[in-house]
């Protein structure tokens, strides 16, 4: 992949034309991956031979203009820790960054202090303009309940403030009232394709807040995905026809009633995230070129 030489940001201006008013207008559209600190990248040619962990930022600063942080998934965000990303990337860089799994997917007693905890730690973002979303990643057993309603609405009233999206797993949540619910808090909620699976949440093209669209490929490993294995679950290359017909189905038409979108592609075995999102950026330029 050449774009290591800085000659490609990751950032497409999508042209379209809404149906509702036949003017040509533009969509800033970012596409990174989910994570970029992955030894098997090096393995795999992404990044050069002998590219240490500490290095890999900078790196990916070069081929992507976005990135989804995985790591505050597992730990809880720190301060010092994301300021020193921010130093490490390019100043325009964005970051998009998970919720901690102790409020998402555990639910620990002391979720409140966790939740102020988690505010300070990404503040650096917030203080760089680089924070361009905070990820709300539900688990597929996070099921439309009372309890779980009422919980997801006071984690959103935590946040407040800050930009935030939803990704739900469970199909429940496919409703219209979810969907108003979000767009009176401007709340993003996060497009996904992944295997089609019973009860799992489906593709859509709604866009609940103007300011940002956010997509995440997830890939569409059917035997890997509730194999409990991560190397299978997102072991999948997307072909040209795929993204072709995403682009047509859902990028298109949400970014005519959106601000900007961010894409990420979570199909990291074997370097697939990268090579699938500039697979994709060529497709939205292509698109974009034909309407101007």
Known sequence: ???????????????????????????????????????????????????????????????????????????????????????????????????TRTMTHERADNWREQLASYRLGVQPLVDAKQLIAVLIQLPPDFERSIANRTYLAALLDGLMGLPVAVEFRHGSWATDTVFAELERRRVTLVSVDEPELPGLFPSLDVVTTPELFYVRFHGRNRDGWRSGNM?????????????????DSYLLPMAARAEKGIIFFNNHVRAQAPQNGKRLEAILQEQSSRVR
């Open 1 to 99: 992949m050449n774009c290591l030489s800085g000659n490609s940001p990751g950032k497409i201006d999508l042209v379209s034309v809404p149906a509702s008013s036949g003017a040509v207008r533009s969509c800033p559209v970012y596409v990174g991956t989910c994570g970029y600190s992955y030894t098997e990248w090096v393995d795999s040619g992404f990044y050069p031979k002998g590219t240490k962990t500490a290095d890999m930022l900078g790196l990916y600063g070069r081929c992507f203009s976005v990135v989804e942080l995985n790591y505050t998934w597992y730990q809880m965000a720190r301060a010092d820790a994301l300021q020193r990303m921010v130093a490490k990337s390019p100043p325009q860089m964005l970051f998009a960054a998970k919720l």
């Open 231 to 247: 190397q299978k679950k997102f072991n999948y290359n997307y072909s040209e026809e795929e993204l072709r017909a995403w682009c």
